[in-house]
């Protein structure tokens, strides 16, 4: 059966993720976000500019780094399988939050 979800709100962004902080796109502007589907404003995401853009572009890379960094393989392997438990504990919730218009 299908059924509608409506999202109670408009996500808003202003920031942009640089070099591992989010940060302010330079000009402050943003622009919506439309569902193809429904036509309807689903987010408000930063407008970049060039600017934006070059310094993402020369942030250096880092290391990622978590609760998994620096374990073995036997570590990550049971990181892993708990995110999979955890995945089928909440299906039906992430179910209709990837189904949502």
Not at 46 to 62: M, T
Request: avoid cysteine; proline fraction near 9%; hydrophobic fraction near 40%.
């Amino acid at each position: 059966m299908i059924t509608e979800t409506t999202l109670p709100r408009v996500a808003k962004t202003r920031s942009i993720f640089i070099d591992g902080k989010w940060v302010p796109s330079e000009s402050g502007e943003t622009f919506g976000v439309i569902n193809p589907a429904t036509e309807a404003s689903i987010a408000e995401v930063p407008l970049e500019s060039r600017s934006d853009v070059q310094r993402a572009i020369d942030a250096p890379a880092k290391p990622p780094t978590g609760a998994v960094v620096g374990e073995d393989p036997t570590g990550r392997s049971q990181a892993v399988w708990k995110l999979a438990d955890l995945v089928e504990q909440n299906v039906d919730e992430i179910t209709s939050l990837s189904a949502a218009p």
